[in-house]
């Protein structure tokens, strides 16, 4: 069969023989389609994981439109395409290309990826060696894209050193722009790759890692990391949108014709949190936190309804009942929203602060699941990673939920927090239970139908930027003894017992604080056959573990090694607002249990506030 | 209270979406233009639409039909320029009707769906394949395995050719030959003319390339006639 074009194939004939084609049609509702001819500039606005994943997360959504709003910028979509679909594109010499013009990516301007989870690094480079585009910074010329990249685990660029051309750190609304402006300059006056290098390098955010030189010491930590020419910062600072008051929003989103995993408006209420719990990087990395203004959430809410014809709005942030204007918010939607149908949910809810009234409020439209992330099963445990809600916090929530006919609750655990014990994981258990048995204690016909509790428990992973980013894993050994016992313990017809994959949470742990030479692991084992590592069934742990061997870098060097406080860290170089000084002290106070308190009540002096001039925090 | 039953296409654009992606397309439409839509009591409230028959994977429609509860009464002119001012490439609704009050759904009337399928199929003519079509109309039991979607897709051997009621060979270009199938489709028999292709080509041993399908009109019988599905409502 012959076909008038390539792009023609791909949608004809590719696209016939792949499961789930929706996935690449590119046409969805409010998708933007553009001239590719008079494009001046072409985005390759790239998810390293399957569409169903990247159509899920807000930033790409915000930063899809932020670029397409310019009349030069054709911004188009491109996801990791699943190993069926990959394995018809290079039998059939089909190039990695942009879901809107269905054109090969390798003659864009940018191709930028989003980094939210360590586990897609190989899918970068997959996607890189399939878009045709040399896998190293160093082997790319005048005729290729700049590789550029930004997200959460930008932070700690150095496992991707090798890879991404510059990294933007922080928030992109403001900074993207000013790349995308320099780039204009530079375009126009047709100057050299380097020079666009140099010239971005002096924007705030924007980190290159080529200039920068590092030195090991013997024992395999770093000496020292330093700039390799002048005119370039010490320390890049990330970058925050210092007031969200008319940040930019989109009018539309778009609505995928596939069910995806979160299908539906996620309203960004706020930024940052204030809690400061001592293993979450979220908590410390998107600080300050900034609260939109209810009015302008309900103009961003009815634009987005009436451009998406969403049934559900979720109301987003670190931890929505945070929000100090929550219930005026929810008031306001639900009466607006409530004869359309159109319910809310909240992705986030602290235990302490679950208000039952605002759960019946919601529920009028649309009754959705309940989930309570306590953590850690002591008190004690809880108070060394700061969480600051006890016993009582859980029992008061559940028992009010079961009060009001819920039966279906889900909470979160973690195991191999630092300091804890075979106690800690026993009080899991012992948790799980009393949250059962409070069920029980609701009068028969109050309570809704047929419990059942699932219990989920995540392996702990140490992440920079945080105060436990000095300490060591537990081994995969350990993990998997305190996921049998809790197994063991936790068995009961009503309870539902998950748990993590304890060699992905390895692998998690070595990429989360990973240097410059954890990046030749990773091409390695992307050239062995490793991608989409954390999905379980494409996980290939032993594959790994050659990589690790062939390049002669032992892992449980970076997840299982506790670093001295004064250690030089792979990411020193980078300033999250959050001072390590702080990061310190708090590391001492989780080892004597002492807690810290919400930072909304008085100032902690965690940094953040110094971040900017005038101060960021109200 | 009012019902309407649409008529749209499923053209080449969206032919790679499936039935629930086509049922949630159109429950988005209905919320952006704001059609008052009439919905079900209960926790989870959903709209009153339903559709004819399911379309498979990749095939394109020239008729599909939806039917739609409204809790107020509203122009049908007004109910298609609104929809379609609101749908993604490929869908457009091309007719509609309003609905007697105790009308049967889409769904429970279709008898009968009317297909054209392109096939290519090298170092043949018109005459080899209308021969072809002959005989294999002529067997006495056209039997082919059908996967059993409720019985986890086990293989099943049936007997197809009470369903086929014509198939011909209505055009050709080149390599490219067009057939025109009546088959029966509907909750008591229904053939997909994928499994007819697969059929056919098992009995000819063709090499059969390049299948398109597309979706010419559903059907409801009436006294005998086969009436598409808007007519079958007017009296």
Known sequence: MKYGSTKEFIYEELLSRVEKPGRYIGTEWNSIHKDPESAGIRFAFCFPDVYEVGMSHLGMKILYHLLNDQEDIFCERIFAPWPDMEEEMRKNGIRLFGLESRDYIDKFDFVGFTLQYEMSYTNIVNMLDLAGIPIRSSERNDGHPFVVAGGPCAYNPEPLHGIVDFFMLGEGEELLPEVMEQYRKWKKAKGSREEFLEAVSGIRGVYVPSFYDVEYNEDNTLKSFKPNRDGIPQKVRKRVIKNLKNAYFPDKIIVPFIDIVHDRIMLEIFRGCTRGCRFCQAGMIYRPVREREVDELIEIATRLIESSGYEEISLSSLSTSDFSK??????????????KKIGLSFPSLRIDSFSLKMIQEVQKIRKSGLTFAPEAGTQRLRDVINKG???????????????TGYSNLKLYFMIGLPTETMEDIQGIADLTFKVVNRYFEVPKEKRGKGLNVTASASSFVPKPFTPFQWEPQDNIETLIEKQRYLQKAIKKKQITFNWHEPYISFMEAVFARGDRRSCDVLIKAWELGCKFDGWDQYFKFDTWMKAFAETGIDPEFYALRRRELDELLPWDHIDVGVTKKYLRSEYKKAQKGELTRDCRVACTGCGINLLEEGGVCK | MMNVRLKFTKGNEVKYISHLDLMRTFQRAIRRTDIPVAYSAGFNPHQEISFGAPLSLGVVSNAEYIDIKLAEDMDIKELQRRL?????????????????????SAMAIVTHARYNIRLIVEGIDKQRL????????????????????????????IDIKPMIITMDNIDSKGDEYFLECLLQSGSKANLKPELLVVAFKDYTGYNIKGVRIVREELYAEKDGKLLDLLEYEKR
Do not use: W
Request: zero cysteines; proline letters at 4%.
């Open chain 1, 326 to 339: 929550l219930n005026e918010l929810v008031e306001k939607l639900v009466s607006k929203y409530e004869s």
């Open chain 1, 389 to 403: 809600v006890d016993e009582q916090d859980l029992m008061n929530s559940v028992g009010a939920a079961f009060e």
């Open chain 2, 84 to 104: 379609n001012g609101s749908m993604p490439a490929g869908i457009s609704i091309t007719g509609g009707a309003v609905l007697p009050e105790h009308a049967k």
């Open chain 2, 130 to 157: 209308d021969k072809a079509i002959e005989d294999f109309l002529k067997q006495e039991q056209i039997n082919v395995m059908k996967e059993q979607p409720k019985k986890e897709f086990k293989l099943k051997e």
